[in-house]
């Protein structure tokens, strides 16, 4: 017997439990009529109902709604939509597409599931899932709103982090948010304060060359459901009861959650492309359209790109991060190609985007961590210019020319010394902190930092596109052996500079991120572009713990330091980039107070005090190919020998880091810093800081 149906409500979007039903609402403009689609289960060739929408009755302005009683959470629903095809006018209505919902909360994929098929097979289509928020308990927990100055931010994939079976987490969960929870203990030991997920929206692994799996997760399909395998569950809504619990139990271990979002295209790729969603609804609003409105724009060099600066669409983005930050209680945003975001319907960059200026003034996210990858596939680079005031950005440059530096090439000296005291000639702005400067030396678009120091070319060949995909412009070097080599020598070297690029990243002004695994030196063979491989390759092997337990521990003690967190691991007031920030600072070279700032000049040193320390730090940074002796300051304490070593990356473990007040005396005024190496000294002031600077 057929269930009665009311009209609904326009308001909220999506599929809303409510007593005795769910009331369901999307957004179609252009649309004649549209259908709601019950199943049973998420492989079912048939709706078990359909409910046809009256476009009298069900229908306000633009807005299409109903309420159908007797269902609750964990229905399966999906849309068939009627209109005109007419990809002149930017129109492609298709009713013979199954539709998932733009604001569903979950999103169930068929064990068959088919993007050839693009979803005119009812059996293999991806359908939406009602889910009620309300029937969760946060236990009290918070997003944790932890201070930029005091973040040190790991990226990391869900599924990588414990996939590979040397993880020890149980092969039911392997690779799952129930998954990372085991792990978070390692986590804290490594010292890291947030992790930042690459993609978990809901997205298609198929959208990928043939034959591969999209493994990055950067194909949306959904901007509200969390990614169905990665939950340790078949069960439709189980993948969002399962997010909470990991988010619950970082924030419990004192760790943020940052998402790193696509709101610069969908899956749904360019005009020969599947229609899952989006396209279905209405096309022209969503997308940004080339002039003849049959084709896509692709500043997002993937196919097509969201219009970001739609009002329906403005609405969409900023409903998705109030989401995500009221009901998943994540912590911040990192925004992948964030320049799309100011681009108009045409594809001109906006002086004042709207979309830009929506979540920076929204109170809900007031508070959260933004960060921008200021850049697109369309050139449009934003670095130090990004719109707002609260935005923090990907800092390329630091990357860039952190790399040049380590490499010894020419020229890179002066802009290497700007990225490591905040990168002013970037970010010019007097009134902003150091830490709108993400910095950074790996991510996962790019080499490992291993294959940093061991490729001089990418090897992309197993990616199927003859490797010609991937950057080309990877400022490389590998220390004398292409790839893997049992030459201790060469290892040695590799090592010094992976705890160079460590050091740098951890020590400079801005906020800090590395990639997982960087601390073991994960490897993934000189493939710079390993978007598409769903394999160990890309998997964190937990033998390299032991492989490269050197590593692990120097970057546990930098992080420790920079935190400054005492034997207890509380931290203190302030960082110790916070403390060289506010500091006196002066540049030496090899002479005190004389550095070298000529473009065939590889070495630089600087010393800053640290009043709240009563003590001064000494930095010594050494790129050329042979050893430098640097002058050292005297300092006026009486002590005889004042200065303490805290690191020198030249040197073997335990001697290449110390904890901070266990560092050994140096005897000499003097100190050697050996071939492209890295060293911090330190010595207790007296009342007058230094006698010579």
Same mark, same amino acid.
């Given at each position: 017997?057929?269930?009665?149906?009311?009209?609904?409500?326009?308001s909220?979007?999506?599929?809303?439990?409510?007593?005795?039903?769910?009331?369901?609402s999307?957004?179609?403009r252009?649309?004649?009529?549209?259908?709601?689609?019950?199943?049973d289960?998420?492989?079912?060739?048939r709706p078990?109902?359909?409910?046809?929408l009256d476009?009298?009755?069900?229908?306000?302005?633009?807005?299409w709604h109903?309420?159908?009683?007797?269902?609750?959470?964990?229905?399966?629903?999906g849309?068939?939509?009627q209109g005109?095809?007419e990809p002149?006018?930017?129109?492609?209505f298709?009713?013979?597409k199954?539709?998932?919902?733009?604001?569903?909360?979950?999103?169930?994929?068929?064990?068959n599931?088919?993007r050839?098929?693009?979803?005119?097979?009812?059996?293999t289509?991806?359908?939406?899932?009602?889910?009620?928020?309300?029937?969760y308990?946060?236990?009290?927990?918070t997003?944790l709103?932890?201070?930029?100055?005091q973040t040190?931010?790991y990226?990391?994939?869900? /599924?990588?982090?414990?996939?590979?079976?040397s993880s020890?987490?149980e092969?039911?969960?392997r690779g799952?948010?129930r998954?990372l929870?085991?792990?978070?203990?390692?986590l804290?030991?490594?010292?890291?304060?947030?992790v930042?997920?690459?993609?978990? *929206?809901q997205f298609?692994?198929q959208?990928?060359?043939?034959?591969?799996v999209n493994?990055?997760g950067?194909a949306?399909?959904?901007?509200?459901?969390?990614?169905?395998?990665?939950?340790?569950?078949?069960d439709?809504v189980?993948?969002?009861?399962?997010?909470?619990?990991?988010?619950?139990?970082?924030?419990?271990?004192?760790i943020?959650?940052i998402?790193?979002?696509?709101?610069?295209?969908t899956?749904?790729?360019?005009q020969?492309?599947?229609t899952?969603? *989006?396209?279905g609804?209405?096309?022209?609003?969503y997308?940004?359209?080339?002039?003849e409105r049959?084709?896509?724009?692709?500043?997002?060099?993937t196919?097509?790109t969201l219009?970001?600066?739609h009002?329906?669409?403005?609405?969409?983005?900023?409903?998705?991060?109030?989401?995500?930050?009221?009901?998943?209680?994540?912590d911040?945003?990192?925004?992948d190609?964030a320049?799309?975001l100011?681009?108009d319907?045409?594809?001109?960059?906006?002086?004042?985007?709207?979309?830009?200026?929506?979540?920076?003034?929204d109170p809900?996210?007031?508070g959260?961590?933004?960060?921008?990858?200021?850049?697109?596939?369309?050139?449009?680079?934003?670095?130090?210019s990004?719109?707002?005031?609260s935005?923090r950005?990907?800092?390329?440059?630091?990357?860039?020319d952190?790399?040049?530096?380590f490499?010894?090439?020419?020229?890179?000296?002066?802009?290497?010394?700007d990225?490591?005291l905040?990168?002013?000639?970037i970010?010019?702005?007097?009134?902003r902190e150091?830490?709108?400067?993400?910095n950074?030396?790996?991510c996962?678009?790019?080499?490992?930092?291993n294959?940093?120091?061991?490729?001089?070319?990418?090897?992309?060949e197993?990616?199927?596109?003859?490797?010609?995909?991937?950057?080309?412009d990877?400022?490389?070097?590998n220390?004398?052996?292409?790839?893997q080599?049992?030459?201790?020598?060469?290892?040695?070297?590799r090592?010094?500079?992976?705890?160079?690029f460590?050091?740098?990243t951890?020590?400079?002004?801005?906020?800090?991120?590395?990639?997982m695994?960087?601390?073991v030196?994960r490897?993934?063979?000189?493939?710079n572009?390993?978007?598409c491989?769903d394999?160990?390759?890309?998997?964190?092997?937990?033998?390299?713990?032991?492989?490269?337990?050197?590593?692990?521990?120097?970057?546990?003690l930098?992080?420790?330091?920079?935190?400054?967190?005492?034997?207890s691991?509380l931290?203190?007031?302030?960082?110790?980039t916070?403390?060289i920030? /506010?500091?006196? /600072?002066?540049?030496?070279?090899?002479?005190l107070?004389q550095?070298?700032?000529?473009?065939h000049?590889?070495?630089?040193?600087f010393?800053?005090?640290?009043?709240q320390?009563?003590?001064?730090a000494y930095?010594?940074?050494?790129?050329y190919?042979?050893?430098l002796?640097f002058?050292?300051?005297d300092?006026a304490?009486?002590?005889?020998?004042p200065?303490?070593r805290?690191?020198?990356t030249?040197?073997?473990?335990?001697?290449?880091?110390?904890p901070?007040?266990e560092?050994?005396?140096v005897?000499e005024?003097?100190?050697?810093?050996?071939?492209?190496?890295m060293?911090?000294?330190?010595?207790r002031?007296?009342?007058?800081?230094?006698a010579?600077t």
């Amino acid at each position: 017997m057929k269930r009665p149906r009311s009209r609904g409500r326009s308001s909220p979007l999506g599929a809303t439990p409510a007593g005795i039903g769910v009331n369901f609402s999307v957004y179609s403009r252009n649309a004649s009529d549209m259908d709601l689609l019950l199943f049973d289960r998420e492989d079912d060739a048939r709706p078990a109902r359909v409910i046809s929408l009256d476009p009298f009755i069900n229908r306000t302005y633009h807005y299409w709604h109903v309420f159908v009683p007797g269902i609750q959470a964990g229905q399966i629903y999906g849309y068939r939509v009627q209109g005109p095809f007419e990809p002149s006018a930017g129109l492609r209505f298709d009713d013979s597409k199954i539709l998932l919902d733009p604001y569903g909360r979950a999103v169930v994929v068929p064990r068959n599931y088919s993007r050839d098929e693009a979803q005119s097979n009812a059996a293999t289509a991806m359908k939406s899932v009602v889910v009620d928020t309300s029937l969760y308990d946060w236990e009290g927990d918070t997003p944790l709103m932890r201070p930029p100055s005091q973040t040190i931010i790991y990226e990391m994939h869900v /599924k990588g982090f414990t996939q590979h079976p040397s993880s020890g987490v149980e092969e039911d969960r392997r690779g799952t948010y129930r998954g990372l929870i085991e792990k978070i203990p390692y986590l804290q030991d490594l010292g890291v304060s947030a992790v930042e997920l690459l993609p978990v *929206f809901q997205f298609d692994a198929q959208d990928c060359p043939p034959g591969r799996v999209n493994y990055w997760g950067y194909a949306p399909v959904s901007f509200f459901a969390p990614h169905q395998a990665y939950s340790s569950s078949r069960d439709s809504v189980t993948p969002v009861s399962e997010f909470r619990d990991m988010v619950k139990a970082l924030h419990k271990a004192g760790i943020e959650v940052i998402l790193d979002v696509v709101f610069n295209h969908t899956a749904e790729g360019d005009q020969s492309g599947p229609t899952f969603c *989006f396209r279905g609804f209405d096309n022209n609003a969503y997308y940004v359209l080339e002039g003849e409105r049959s084709r896509y724009a692709n500043f997002s060099g993937t196919g097509n790109t969201l219009n970001a600066n739609h009002p329906i669409v403005r609405r969409l983005i900023v409903d998705s991060l109030r989401y995500w930050v009221q009901e998943m209680h994540v912590d911040g945003f990192r925004f992948d190609l964030a320049s799309i975001l100011a681009r108009d319907s045409s594809g001109h960059v906006m002086a004042n985007p709207p979309v830009l200026w929506d979540i920076e003034s929204d109170p809900v996210l007031a508070g959260t961590k933004m960060i921008a990858e200021a850049w697109d596939a369309g050139g449009l680079y934003q670095v130090g210019s990004f719109v707002g005031d609260s935005w923090r950005e990907w800092n390329g440059r630091f990357r860039d020319d952190a790399r040049s530096f380590f490499r010894g090439d020419e020229g890179a000296l002066q802009h290497f010394a700007d990225r490591l005291l905040g990168s002013h000639e970037i970010f010019c702005h007097e009134e902003r902190e150091a830490e709108q400067s993400v910095n950074f030396v790996t991510c996962h678009d790019g080499f490992t930092l291993n294959d940093l120091v061991s490729y001089n070319q990418k090897h992309n060949e197993s990616n199927g596109e003859n490797n010609r995909d991937g950057g080309d412009d990877n400022r490389s070097w590998n220390c004398g052996v292409e790839g893997q080599t049992d030459d201790p020598a060469i290892e040695d070297l590799r090592n010094r500079q992976v705890k160079n690029f460590m050091t740098v990243t951890l020590l400079s002004l801005g906020l800090p991120m590395f990639t997982m695994g960087d601390e073991v030196r994960r490897t993934q063979l000189g493939n710079n572009n390993a978007y598409c491989h769903d394999a160990q390759g890309n998997w964190f092997d937990w033998s390299l713990l032991k492989k490269h337990e050197d590593i692990h521990r120097f970057v546990k003690l930098l992080i420790a330091r920079r935190l400054r967190r005492d034997a207890s691991g509380l931290r203190q007031r302030m960082t110790l980039t916070e403390l060289i920030a /506010k500091s006196a /600072k002066g540049w030496h070279g090899v002479k005190l107070d004389q550095p070298d700032w000529s473009s065939h000049s590889h070495s630089i040193a600087f010393s800053a005090e640290l009043p709240q320390e009563n003590a001064l730090a000494y930095f010594i940074f050494n790129a050329y190919w042979e050893a430098l002796d640097f002058e050292l300051p005297d300092v006026a304490n009486g002590q005889e020998g004042p200065w303490r070593r805290w690191i020198d990356t030249s040197l073997p473990t335990p001697q290449d880091i110390v904890p901070w007040q266990e560092s050994p005396f140096v005897a000499e005024q003097t100190y050697q810093a050996r071939p492209r190496s890295m060293v911090v000294l330190w010595a207790r002031a007296g009342n007058d800081v230094l006698a010579s600077t």
